[in-house]
């Protein structure tokens, strides 16, 4: 058998041609005309096909229906799976493009992760707090994806509140690595970047706190795009740690993440942390040259903690993005050392107090016959939130307590603007920050489990850019030891997602990683 690494487009799982699709009882649809590669295909190839007719939305969207059917049960990357609406959807795209009115993401599937809050879709966060939450309004990116004539195929499963770099901590179950069933996809946007890599969805929406969309990415062979703190709107996106979350995008290709980013990003006056800033076509410069592009090779993320074959992998790509007329610096991020520490006392804190709203009362899990207030808001909080959520509930409300709030909170408060400052520095000596995303490639599902500690430790690489509040990227660019998927990431200074995008399409055009298939 040929190793993933040496595996091409040529070995196509086979669809379900011709046959009723039903991915809920009761609802079928006869397919009899779709090309069976339809779910290989790029967003911009997506688009051509729809433009040129080869192809409807509805047939699209019953084709990706049909690989949702075939491959979830095993992944698990779904916990809602919006057959009917999405079939509705996509016949009011045929219909809009039909009558001239058509955009370049009119009728292509997508799906959400499910912390954007859908309208009359229920909206889990992962979370068996939310298990019975329907959202009653959507998110501004859900809004925009609608707008622009999109179709949403279901949400997508992640670590429960986004917390977690593995996805074992959702409620609904681990989702599986689309390459290895054994190993974890990464996360907290494991749902998306899985769905993405079996290719359920052309594309995903993921939002990223410490990592959660570059991680995953990298751990599926997929890309992902985080984008500068305030590109994104942040309004319907369930709060995790309100200073370092932001919206982004899991897809095949950086052209790809172009392409749902220029839908996706803008100002939103529901979110005050938005910035009003215009928003570049981010799909104009892709084929411009990068020679001359200095790449900064952050000294302290090469070293001891790295496995030999990310290193290696990373280091083939940072070549040849010399040969495509980079020249590379090697920079320092001197505070590196503290930013897991500093990134946890943080994120814990916020997530203490954004978390404070879910107590029964209004919305979510509330337990059975509570005998007063008090016993409600307990056993509502301690049967509805998971170990992980509880444990950092906890750490969070201590390190904000009066009597630690400047041993902790304050001083980590200190230290980010030394990570920050560390960046700045950095990109006055570069125009991109390269690096690994994870340590290792994907680790195996329960092997971090029992160690919060351990999996705290996977996030050493990524947290750093939040903290920041800086745009970063992961391209798929080889295949470990274990010939599971290593990512290279990318980083550059506030409001430079052109930038980022440039490179790494400039790096995909040259290079075959990210047509690689899982299944
Ligand atoms: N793994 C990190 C955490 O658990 C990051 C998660 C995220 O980016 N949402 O906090």
Redesign the pocket.
Known sequence: MRSHAERGNDELAPLPVGRGVGVRAGFTTTLSIFPTIMHNKTLTELSAGLATGQYSSRELTAAFLARIQQHNPQLNAFITVTAETALAQAAAADQRRAQGQAGPLTGIPMAHKDIFCTQGVKTSCGSKMLDNFTAPYDATVVAKLNDAGMVMLGKLNM?EF????SNESSHYGPVKNPWDLNAVPG???GGSAAAVAARLAPVATA???????R?PAAFCGVTGIKPTYGRVSRYGMIA??SS??QGGVIAQSAEDCALLLNAMAGFDPRDSTCVDQPVPDYTAGLGDDIAGLRIGLPRQWFGEGLSNDVAQAVRAAVGQFEQLGATVVDIDLPHAPYCIPC??VI?MSEASSNLARFDGARYGHRCENPKDLLDMYMRSRGEGFGA?VQR?ILIGTYALSAGYYDAYYLKAQKIRRLIAQDFQQALQQCDVIMGPVAPSTAFDLGSHSGDPVQ??L??IY??PL?LAGLPGMSIPVGFGDNQRPVGLQMIAGYWQEGLLLKAAHRYQQNSDWHTKRAC
């Open positions: 670590d986004a917390m977690g770099s996360g907290s946007s939002t990223d706190t410490g990592g959660s969309i991680q995790y740690a370092l979350d990134y946890y994120a992980e950092r999996m705290y996977e996030d990524t947290l939040n």
